[in-house]
């Protein structure tokens, strides 16, 4: 940060500072992702990322229905702060000075996060979802929305701008797909089912063997057509990468699909076992893995994986 010091506003700098830590803190897989980009790239993922972990920590560690409401009132108003004052008046105004100046840099709709805080109040109210078609809503809203953000900080070939569009919510659709099959147990303990109710049904699956561990035959059957609607959403989702504005930024793109997308392998390669343990690949395979992947993408005739 000492290029920073001596070339922005010090107030900016610490600003960023501080939404690095957040990220470094809470997502290591994210924050080695973005390392692969530039520095004025990669500071303001850091503050899209720390704006997007904040309201998310708003719904789930809040405490009670009311405290979670007021958390999300403060995220309306940090935004509103960001997009109309550069941020002064909001708290924590570090926070809001340095999504001010990412959005201000590179030009990012406001819609895009307005959009992100309707998802995280959705899940004050809503823990279930009846149909596949409602479930892709709240990955919208919860993920895909982000992957639009980060395209606009990324780059990208406006000739091409609805593909990079669909592709980018696709990506999105399978991060969140991905996460809801990994944390089906922890998330039905805390009185959330995202695996829609109409295949739930379809498959034989109950509420009550989700929270019992019940790892069985129709278990499997059910996580395995969830595997295979993800896999169909990283393949539309690769096609973002060659649209990208760099093999920076097409690395780091790469990176972050490609990490989650191991995740997924790794769920299958246990046979869809979620529930006795949490899948998580090893810090090795990780590391080596993304360095494979920041490859891959930096070269557009080799972005496609798997």
């Known amino acids: ?37 530039p520095q004025r790239k990669r500071l303001a993922i850091y503050a899209a990322y720390a704006f997007a972990g904040t309201v998310d920590d708003a719904v789930d560690d809040a405490g009670t229905q009311d405290e979670r409401s007021a958390a999300l009132s403060t995220a309306h108003g940090l935004l509103r702060a960001s997009y109309e004052s550069g941020g002064e008046g909001a708290e924590p105004v570090w926070l809001a000075r340095g999504l001010a100046d990412a959005v201000r840099s590179f ?16 899940d004050l109210t809503t823990t279930r979802y009846q149909t596949w078609d409602d479930l892709e809503q709240y990955c919208y809203r919860a993920a895909s929305v982000i992957g639009l953000v980060c395209i606009c900080i990324f780059g990208y070939d406006r000739t091409r701008s609805a593909a990079a569009t669909r592709t980018a919510v696709a990506m999105g659709k399978a991060l969140q797909i991905t996460n809801i099959m990994r944390d089906v147990k922890e998330d039905a303990e ?3 089912i995202y695996i829609a109710q109409d ?7 109950s509420e009550g063997n989700i929270l019992g561990g019940v790892y069985d035959a129709p278990f499997r059957a059910l996580m395995a057509d969830y595997a ?16 990208l504005d760099g093999p920076r930024s097409r690395a ?6 490609g990490v989650y997308r191991m995740i997924l392998d790794e769920i299958v390669a246990r046979d869809y076992d ?12 990780r590391v ?14 080799l972005t496609r994986v798997g």
Do not use: K
């Open 1 to 37: 940060m000492s290029f920073l010091r001596s070339t922005m506003d010090p107030e900016i700098a610490e600003a960023y500072r501080r939404c690095q830590a957040f990220t470094r803190e809470r997502a290591t897989n994210f924050y080695v992702a973005f390392s692969a980009l």
């Open 107 to 122: 030009d990012i709709p406001r819609e895009h996060f307005e959009e992100l805080v309707r998802g995280m109040e959705q």
């Open 190 to 192: 805390r009185g959330r």
């Open 199 to 205: 295949d739930l049904a379809r498959h034989g699956v």
């Open 228 to 243: 295979q609607r993800a896999y169909a959403l990283y393949r539309e989702g690769s096609d973002l990468i060659p649209l």
């Open 252 to 257: 780091c793109c790469n990176g972050l699909q």
């Open 274 to 285: 979620v529930l006795s343990q949490r899948v998580s690949p090893s810090r090795s395979g």
């Open 288 to 301: 080596l893995r993304l360095l494979e992947l920041w490859l891959l993408g930096a070269l557009p005739n």
